[in-house]
Structure formats: structure tokens, C-alpha cells
């Protein structure tokens, strides 16, 4: 018998009609990092609880590759976030996340996301989320997906809302060293407003241990 891949991640690969989503690779990471150092939101506002763009733009390039080779050694079945590079045409224009917790238990799964300014306002964010959506819904048996986003984050919000999430509240956090709002979103897979196209997702049969999906 065949030995068990020991990173069965790197088979994993969704396609959307423009866009190619895997699990994060190192040459991958530096065109991430360089979409990081070009911009991912104008200086007057703050997308993220932890403010890591709020850096010169060398560090923060530098912390794209910390934070993401951090997470990437940290996968566990009871526990993980799989970071998609989300490519466009070849290139890395952003990231995708989809993490769990005792995803065999729960079967629930959160997400969260950027793309390099130059690439927002084209509905990649949206036909991004809809991709991993589908392959948590789909491939892995979900049965709800939660978000959140600031309360001055339109962009981000309305994405939720046109894939189908309804509010759960909110949260109030600490950003920037003032109160600020954060609205809980919450999507059950029969609420999914499904988009157009079908996915297509190759090597996940060999994900799953590694995702602590179980069947039944
Ligand atoms: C959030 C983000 C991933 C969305 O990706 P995107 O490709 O820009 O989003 P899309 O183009 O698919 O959709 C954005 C929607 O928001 C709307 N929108 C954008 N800015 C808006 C504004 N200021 N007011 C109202 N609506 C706005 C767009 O019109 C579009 O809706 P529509 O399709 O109904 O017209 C991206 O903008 C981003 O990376 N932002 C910076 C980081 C960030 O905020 N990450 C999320 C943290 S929770």
C-alpha cells in the first residue's frame, strides 16, 4: 500500500470561471507578499482587527510571509485555516481563508479575506468567497459558515449579503485603540445564494483526514 502524502494540501485546487484557489505555496506567498506592499486598503481605514498593514510597506510584506508560514505549520484536523492564494490570469491578486475548528464535530467553517487594492471592485472577492463556499458546503459536508466585518467595511459586507449571510450580532473590538463595530454574519448552507457556475475541485478525497472531515 501506498504511503499516506504527508502534505496532501498541495493537490488541492478549486477553479471558478476566473480564478485558480490553492492552499498556500511559497512562491506563491511572495506575490502575496508584493500585493501586500503595493496596498490592500487606503491609509484612512482599517479592514482588520489586528492593524498589520498599519507598517511601512517592506514590513508588511515581511509579515505576510510570517504570518502565513505560522498558520500553514499549525494545521491540524482539530483544528485549521487553509489559506487559498487566490489567482487571476496566472498571478496571485489575494487570499482566501477557510478555517474550522473540530470540523468533524461542528461542521461549521469561518472565512476571511484581502486582495491587493489594484484588484478590488471586480467581483473577485465575491466569486472567491462563492469558490470556497462551495467547496466547504459541497466537498467537505458544512452546514454553516460564519463571517464578520466592520461595520465601515461595505465592500466586504455586501459581498456577505449577496452570497446569502444574514446578521448574528456584533462584536465590539478594540481597532486602531478606539471602540469599533463588528458585524457577525452568518450563512446555513440551504440560505447559500449560489452563483451561476459550478466549482470544480480537484485532490480533495486525499484532504480530508488532513481537514478532520469524517463521514456520517
Ligand atoms: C472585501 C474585499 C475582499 C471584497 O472584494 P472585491 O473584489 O472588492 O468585492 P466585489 O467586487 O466582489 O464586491 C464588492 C461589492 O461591494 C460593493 N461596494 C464596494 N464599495 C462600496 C461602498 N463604498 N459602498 C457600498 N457598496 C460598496 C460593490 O459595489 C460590490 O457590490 P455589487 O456587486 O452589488 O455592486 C476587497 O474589497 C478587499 O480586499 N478589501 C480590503 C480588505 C478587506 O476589507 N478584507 C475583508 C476584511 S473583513
Redesign the pocket.
Known sequence: MEAPDPWPLRHLVLHSPRLELRPDDDAGLLELAEEARRG??PPEVM??VAAWTDVDPDERARSVLRYHWERRATLRPEGWSVHFLVRRGGCVV?VQELQAEEFGLTREVGT????GMR?????????MRAAVLMFAFDHLGADLARS???AD????L??SE?LGYRPDGTTTRARRGRRAVEVRLLLERAAFRRPDWALQADGVAGCLPALGVTRG
Open positions: 490592500v486598503h479592514p482588520f489575494g476571511g479575506s484581502w486582495l484588484h478590488q471592485g471586480d467581483g473577485i472577492g465575491t466569486e464578520g466585518a466592520f467595511n461595505p465592500a466586504s455586501r459581498v449577496k
